[in-house]
């Protein structure tokens, strides 16, 4: 069993795409979850930090704590360091006592303390609320960062109201992008989704209705990767593709306020989703507002909705679709 250390505020949204990776993710307490296990491409999600090997489970005390791991059978030699999380601020448990308690029990068994470069690293984290926990494991997997590294403003072509690159992650993992797999993005804009879909190993493929995105995508499709793509010109409602030519589709709808949009929204939404339900068999659609009746009606089954707020004038409504 794993335990996950889920980043953001949003559990439900980071449980639902820690299971792209996991097996059996279960929410346990504010900031966690455990897994039954994790794949190689664990450090693909952004919406996860680490999974550790659980040793036990108890109340967010020191006593507790200590308690667990003296209990522990430990079939590990080398060096360790101790790390005490209280999630969020949510136990005020003092991490600092947790650290130098959890470190003797350790010397006692033989370990040598080593904080700058351990082999090995005891996690102790701490959660409160209702279901308030304390859970000690061994550090197993860290997901890789960096997406602060691709801000959408340090790229060749930027637009206001580029995705930001950790949730742009999130979603093509949970569209199912991975090596082997295709993944279109057919209202691309500026590529960011293509780009996460891209570092992730999956083919991908774009498509927008302007000549400029289509040539600022490429752009930015050229300083992020170095494996190959396809971005055409075209448009989303009448897709230049054969049928169940890719795996997963994965778009950030324009919003109304911020964008040209010829012709009417709801018609265009649903002549999307008409043309990608032919050309794919799994969706995930981002807008300003939820469009699960207009999927409902072109055929889709919703599988997960998700409300993500971005500012007092901005929330993003995230439907994940099957055919």
């Known amino acids: 069993m794993y335990v996950l250390e889920l980043a953001g505020q949003d559990d439900e949204f980071a449980t639902y795409e820690a299971r792209q990776r996991a097996s059996d993710v279960t929410h346990v307490a504010p900031g966690l979850a455990t897994a039954r296990g994790i794949t190689d491409a664990f450090a693909d999600l ?30 590990r030699e080398g060096t360790v360091a101790v790390r005490a999380v209280d999630v969020r601020a949510t136990t005020g448990v003092d991490t600092q006592r947790v650290e130098r ?99 992730v190993g999956a083919d991908i493929v774009g498509i927008d209705v302007q000549r400029e995105m289509v040539e600022g995508t490429r752009a930015n499709l050229d300083d992020a990767l170095d494996g190959d793509y396809e971005v055409l010109q075209g448009t989303a409602g009448a897709l230049p593709l054969a049928g169940d030519s890719v795996d997963a589709v994965v778009f950030d709808l324009p919003y109304g306020r911020q964008s040209k949009i010829a012709g009417d929204l709801h018609q265009l939404v649903a002549d999307t989703l008409g043309e990608v339900r032919r050309v794919a068999p799994r969706c995930v659609i981002v807008g300003d507002r939820p469009w699960t009746r207009t999927a409902s009606e072109m055929g889709w089954t919703a599988e997960a909705a998700f409300t993500r707020r971005v500012h007092k004038s901005l929330t993003r409504y995230i439907l994940v679709l099957r055919r």
């Open 46 to 75: 952004a919406f996860t930090h680490r999974a550790s090997e659980l040793v036990g489970q108890g109340d967010p005390t020191v006593s507790d704590a200590r308690a667990i791991l003296d209990a522990a059978t430990i079939e």
């Open 101 to 199: 308690e959890l470190g003797d029990v350790l010397v006692e068994r033989g370990f040598a303390v080593d904080l700058d470069d351990p082999d090995h690293e005891v996690r102790a984290l701490f959660s409160g609320g209702e279901d308030g926990t304390c859970l000690v494991s061994w550090l197993a997997a860290e997901t890789t960062r960096g997406f602060t590294a691709r801000k959408p403003t340090d790229r060749p072509f930027f637009q206001p109201g580029s995705m930001d690159p950790m949730l742009a992650r999130a979603l093509v993992n949970i569209a199912g992008a991975r090596p082997s797999a295709t993944v279109l993005d057919p209202m691309c804009g500026t590529g960011g989704i293509l780009v996460e879909a891209g570092l």
